[in-house]
């Protein structure tokens, strides 16, 4: 399952990536913000969307905020989560492929809707690597 996450910064972006899935007929689950006018917090959906990306560990998380650094640093307070911050594809496709990545941060005021879907789908499509990786992991 796909978890999305958002605060009042990333909210667009985060809708824009909603469109895409429902074209595809991906199924997410959406834990917020619904409004860029919601005054919010970004570490409560980031722990909120936190907690349903470990349900599963076949489970993976986008979350979005203005920079996605905000996002990226709450994320990865949970020993669980491996939140990568992704500007480009191939850092998209690296963070899954070496580091098992199992969510995506993006910066919903510094990239176009075209790019983020881009680096959504490689994130998406992109299996972790293993071998060597896999022992460095285990070192988190």
């Known amino acids: 399952m796909i978890i999305l996450a958002s605060d009042h910064a990333g909210f667009l972006l985060k809708e824009e990536i909603k ?3 429902n074209r595809e007929n991906i199924i997410a689950i959406d834990v917020g913000c619904y409004s860029r006018k919601q005054l919010d917090d970004y570490p409560d959906f980031a722990k909120a969307a936190n ?3 470990i349900e599963d560990s076949r489970n993976v998380g986008i979350y979005i905020c ?6 990226s640093i709450v994320a990865n307070r949970n020993p669980k989560i491996r939140a990568a911050l992704c500007y480009g594809e191939q850092f998209a496709s ?5 580091n098992d990545a199992n969510v995506l941060c993006l910066p919903g005021r510094f990239m176009s809707k075209r790019k983020a879907i881009k680096i959504v789908k490689v ?9 060597r990786h896999a022992r460095r992991i285990k070192k988190y």
């Open 94 to 98: 690296l963070a899954r492929r070496h």
């Open 51 to 53: 907690q349903k990306v």
């Open 66 to 71: 203005g920079t996605g650094i905000g996002m």
């Open 123 to 131: 994130f998406l499509t992109t299996d972790f690597e293993g071998g």
């Open 19 to 21: 469109k895409f899935f």
